[in-house]
Nanobody, 115 residues
């Protein structure tokens, strides 16, 4: 059974930082492309950042230079470090694991950026 469990969301002031973690089980983690997506109310889900099995990274334009994605294959974990947060970063953040036909999602964690 595949499980992706996110943690680390919460309320933060503009300019602050948060660190999201996603713990994966039930997959051959090192082989998967891992990603973070987000969905704000009334908007489509969008890519935040992804990291391939070879640790190649890709970022959404709105987060480049502020967010960093990393993976720890020994711990089956992917981390999203979010800095210089803005109110427009407010959304539910989802962890994703993708390999071939395999496409798995976590339950999501809320991030709210507000003063």
């Amino acid at each position: 059974q595949v499980q992706l469990v996110e943690s680390g969301g919460g309320l933060v002031q503009p300019g602050g930082s948060l660190r999201l973690s996603c713990a994966a089980s039930g997959i051959v983690f090192f082989a998967y492309t891992m990603g973070w997506y987000r969905q704000a109310p009334g908007k489509q889900r969008e890519l935040v950042a992804s990291i391939t099995s070879g640790s190649r990274t890709n970022y959404g334009d709105s987060v480049k230079g502020r967010f960093v994605i990393s993976r720890d294959n020994a711990k089956n974990m992917v981390v999203l470090q979010m800095n210089s947060l803005k109110p427009e970063d407010t959304a539910v953040y989802y962890c994703n694991a993708r390999l071939g036909r395999g496409d798995w999602w976590g339950q999501g964690t809320q991030v709210t950026v507000s003063s």
